[in-house]
């Protein structure tokens, strides 16, 4: 695991591997201390290998051998090589049988890579590289075979014993143990083998697919959470009905599993048949769960549905081809997320989060692209780039060829290439050859890192009537990329009028539209409109956000208000608010004074608003919401954060104070609203009076604190009581005591619960940031060994305690590389994720910078992963 020099791996070097795995056998002796694997193989020369005589790699890490045979004998002299990385078996014949034993012991794995244990059971999590945690193989995505597994455990500790595939077999064995056999008839890489061992309550449900074949749908929770499953359960059927209809995409075994596990590395995974997931992302009740995690486990859920298709049954050649399923599969779940369940403001959602996580870090010293060229620690590229800009990257195509030509394209994909491992190359060449477009320029969006700037101008002719646009590009450098090429930026337009209705015209002579997608495929390029119905009193640019840049439209703040007030475009209507308010900040941090006409016009603009009977209310709290720091520090070479989270919160204050009696006429009554349904509206009508308390009490208006106090008591949901403590968070009231110690003592001993606790204690504001840091680190609830708990403590710390965190005298820094020391001896994955605010070092002021640094250095000296040195040296690069 130390690793003091990283050595990359470079896409350039990829070669097939040397042998093909015909079949395998995996027989478990389970155990927490030590458990042993049989591993069985056929193994036979790759015809398409480089090199004819090349050995056979067996990946293994921190596994022991105990023997191995080949052919049922030992292997001759020099035969066996171990080395680093694993075994190497020279001078095999053209085909072998193989058979090792090995052994690890899950109970000491606390990287949760590999077999591990959590809350008394045993469970796996392979992808990338933890199969060679488990046994040697050539543990390489580009290896594809059919498994046989044998489960074999202590029949009181471990009831249950799952793997993927279907149960063939089962049985009692003497010693109180039992087995059970599963076989995998679909063809898959190790990174999606999974094994479950445990004492588990399963929630059973059937979906019938669109052929008739009736699939069982089994849910595996501990007994106390067997009451939290419905939601889970409902939103897998949703899933699978949604894959059929929108993407004729159909399930193909007889059964799907999904196991809740408590302490897990990412969100969830995608193993076939068995998809393990974070806890956090399966177990939800109205009493526990507000509507945003709700709807994060319906996306999740589907997520990991619909990587059967894109991701299992067609999968990746080699890691660097990660956005192939990711990018993919995060595109179809933002579709069913937008389509099934009707969340109107979800695309702003989704932009929401790529603007102020990914367009940072294509910013900054992590910057890579979609698909990147080398690595030095896999684990470390599973970022917002390869999952959120690749999703932009196929909406974009889906966009510029159409989506009828899309639709068939992905048809052509999954049929051709069912059952290998391919590349995004092959995806953009199906997509090419069913649209007879050519593609190649669209593909440097696939290896240039770095968010595109495009420049919008127009202009009028006054006496041919003649409307045109101009756009320009430009990509600024990002690490070990100097220059950029153009890339291909499908950007849609729409011209409103005085009214604010969609004016008509025709596009270079092309038929009469009310809205058109500009392709911006070089550095500059001009558009000509005539025969216009109106005189464009406003541009919506970018329409749905259509390309994954950063727009500078130039926009008059009355112009903008236009948008905001009639767009028909959600997301340009968001934008133009956005816009202002952006613009507000940026007045205030760098002339050092309040724009005190572009604030009036923006009250004055947001005053309008409130009183619209039309807009649905989930957009308008979504619209009156200003912009994150993390996102406005976007718009600076550096900035103090300190600062610029004070004049946001003051920007706030100062645009709502004088509307708050407006905020509270427009606030939905709790009664109407707080009633456990979980659709469009209700969730909407919830995020709407959470919104406006907040900015009530954001703006200094008193009277909110007692409907605070109010809601929270007579909350029956999670939604409305978290609403009432995220309003007053920052808030240095006694209420605020109160509600939290109230909380704290109602959801002690639930966890997923109690990690909201830990998020708003490490987030307030309120002075003595360190003392109740230090406080939740000894909270009886707190394990530095569970992912959640780290980051429900640390992550909000970091991400919204700018006062606490970037405290002037570096105590914030210094305190979470000191975590992130501690945590890299147990789990180096999430030491490497916790430690990137650190990375964004030349993003602060100069004195902030280099006591981040500093730290970074400091880190450096020790004896570190690979996880964490990889993403420390990039960022002092
Ligand atoms: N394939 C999983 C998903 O996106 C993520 C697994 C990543 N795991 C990891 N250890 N990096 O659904
Ligand atoms: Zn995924």
Redesign the pocket.
């Known amino acids: 695991m130390r690793d003091a020099n990283p050595q990359p791996v470079y896409l350039s070097e990829y070669q097939s591997p040397a042998f093909e795995v015909e079949d395998l056998e995996l027989d478990f002796d389970l155990a927490a201390a030590t458990t042993e694997v049989t591993t069985r193989m056929a193994v036979r020369r790759n015809p398409q290998a480089a090199e004819p005589g090349a050995p056979l790699r067996l990946y293994g890490d921190g596994v022991e051998l105990v023997s191995l045979t080949v052919d049922g004998a030992e292997p001759g002299e020099g035969m066996l090589e171990e080395d680093a990385d694993g075994l190497l078996l020279h001078g095999l014949p053209e085909a072998a049988r193989l058979e090792i034993v090995s052994r690890c012991h899950p109970e000491q794995n606390t990287a949760l890579?590999g077999l591990y244990a959590s809350s008394g059971n045993l469970c796996t999590?392979c992808?990338?590289e933890?199969f060679r945690r488990i046994t040697f193989f050539p543990d390489r995505p580009d290896v594809l075979t059919t498994y046989r597994v044998r489960l074999e455990a202590d029949r009181a500790q471990y009831p249950v014993l799952l793997a993927n595939g279907n149960r063939v077999e089962a049985g009692e064995l003497d010693g109180g143990r039992h087995y059970a056999v599963w076989e995998d008839p679909f063809l898959k890489p190790s990174y999606l083998f999974a094994l479950v061992a445990g004492d588990l309550a399963c929630q059973r449900d059937t979906f019938t697919t669109m052929s008739g074949r009736e699939v069982q749908l089994e849910l595996y929770v501990e007994a106390h959470n067997a009451d939290r499953c419905d939601h889970a359960l409902a939103s897998l059927k949703r899933a699978m009905r949604y894959d059929e209809e929108a993407f004729g995409r159909e399930y193909d075994l007889d059964v799907y599993m999904i196991v809740a596990v408590d302490d897990f590395?990412?969100?969830?995974?995608?193993n076939k048949g068995l998809n393990l997931f974070n806890a956090k992302y399966v177990l939800a009740s109205p009493d526990t769960a507000t509507d945003d995690d709700f709807v994060a486990i319906e996306s999740v859920i589907a997520?990991?549905y619909f990587?059967n298709w894109s991701?299992n049954r067609v999968t990746c050649r080699d890691w660097f081809q990660l956005s192939l399923?990711?990018g993919l599969?995060v595109f179809r779940d933002q579709e069913f997320t937008t389509d099934c369940t009707l969340y109107g403001v979800k695309r702003i959602d989704d932009v929401s989060l790529l603007r102020a996580h990914q367009f940072p870090e294509d910013a900054g010293p992590l910057a890579h692209p979609v698909r990147p060229d080398h690595y030095a620690e896999i684990?470390n590229f599973?970022t917002l780039t390869v999952?959120e800009k690749g999703a932009e990257l196929i909406r974009m195509l889906r966009t510029l060829i159409g989506r009828e030509t899309f639709r068939r394209g992905l048809d052509v994909y999954f049929e051709r290439f069912d059952g290998q491992a391919v590349t995004t190359d092959d995806f953009v060449a199906v997509m090419a050859e069913v649209s007879g477009r050519d593609l190649t320029a669209f593909k440097r969006w696939y290896t240039q890192a770095g968010t595109p700037h495009v420049t919008a101008a127009t202009a009028q002719d006054g006496s041919t009537g003649e409307f045109r646009i101009s756009l320009g590009q430009y990509t600024p450098p990002t690490p070990g990329q100097e220059h950029k090429e153009p890339v291909v930026i499908p950007v849609r337009v729409a011209m409103l009028d005085d009214d604010g209705r969609r004016i008509r015209g025709r596009l270079e002579g092309g038929p009469e539209q009310d809205e058109w997608v500009l392709e911006l495929d070089r550095s500059e390029r001009s558009f000509h409109f005539d025969e216009l119905s109106a005189t464009p009193r406003a541009v919506s640019w970018l329409r749905g956000f259509s390309a994954p840049v950063i727009l500078e439209a130039n926009q008059s703040a009355t112009t903008l208000a236009h948008l905001l007030a009639h767009d028909d475009d959600a997301f340009s209507r968001w934008e133009a608010a956005q816009t202002l308010m952006r613009r507000a900040i940026r007045a205030r941090i760098e002339d050092d004074a309040a724009d005190s006409v572009l604030e009036a016009e923006i009250q004055h603009a947001l005053a309008a608003l409130l009183e619209d009977p039309a807009i649905e209310p989930v957009l308008l709290a979504t619209i009156l919401q200003l912009p994150p720091p993390r996102e406005l520090a976007e718009l600076f070479d550096c900035v103090d954060p300190v600062r610029l989270r004070a004049e946001r919160d003051a920007l706030e204050a100062r645009l709502y104070a004088p509307l708050a009696d407006r905020l509270r006429e427009r606030q939905p009554k709790l009664d109407d609203i707080d009633n456990g349904a979980f659709t469009a509206d209700a969730m909407g009508q919830r995020r709407l009076r959470n919104r406006l308390l907040a900015l009530r009490v954001a703006a200094g208006d008193e009277s909110a604190v007692p409907e605070v106090l109010e809601q929270y008591r007579k909350a029956r949901s999670q939604t409305m009581r978290m609403g009432a403590l995220n309003a007053i968070n920052d808030l240095n009231h006694e209420a605020r005591a109160l509600l939290l110690a109230d909380f704290e003592r109602r959801y002690h001993d639930d966890p997923l619960v109690l990690d909201k606790y830990f998020g708003l204690q490490a987030a307030s504001q309120v002075s003595g940031g360190f003392d109740r840091l230090e406080y939740l680190l000894q909270h009886p609830g707190f394990r530095w060994s569970n992912p959640n708990r780290v980051r429900a403590v640390l992550g909000p710390f970091m991400a919204r305690n700018e006062r606490h965190f970037h405290q002037a005298d570096g105590e914030g820094y210094h305190r979470i590389a000191g975590f992130v020391e501690k945590l890299d001896r147990m789990n180096p994955?999430t030491a490497a994720r916790l430690v990137q605010p650190l990375t964004r070092w030349r993003k602060v002021d100069p004195a902030r910078g280099e006591q981040m640094r500093a730290e970074l250095e400091r880190l450096a000296a020790l004896e570190i992963s690979r996880d964490l040195r990889d993403v420390i040296e990039r960022a002092l690069a």
Do not use: D, I, L, V
């Open positions: 890579e999590q992808e990338p933890g590395n990412m969100g969830a995974m995608e997520h990991e990587h991701g399923k990711e599969t684990n599973y999952y994955q």
